[in-house]
């Protein structure tokens, strides 16, 4: 069973030390295989397993420098808790 799109987007102005503290506790909860994000909006669970894609890009212009890092992995789908089993008769 494929459950909907679930969303979360938080963001807000921080220092060097509270964005290298926020990636520290993002990198600590992938190596356990559990990241919860939370602020005052609202909550998500993941559970980042097997082989997991990074992209990094980079820009520079005059006056803003920005850095992007998307994490991605698969997951697997659900099972269904009975399965059902084929039967072939030969006549």
Do not use: C, Y
């Amino acid at each position: 069973m494929r459950q909907g799109k679930k969303n979360f987007r938080h963001e807000s102005l921080q220092d060097k030390d509270s964005i290298q503290a926020l990636m520290k506790a993002i990198s600590q909860g992938i190596a356990k295989g559990k990241l919860t994000l939370s602020d005052e909006d609202g909550e998500m669970v993941m559970q980042p397993d097997g082989l997991l894609q990074l992209k990094v890009t980079a820009t520079q212009d005059e006056e803003r420098h920005r850095i992007n890092l998307r994490i991605t992995w698969q997951v697997e789908a659900e099972r269904p808790k009975k399965s059902k089993h084929l039967k072939v008769k030969v006549k």
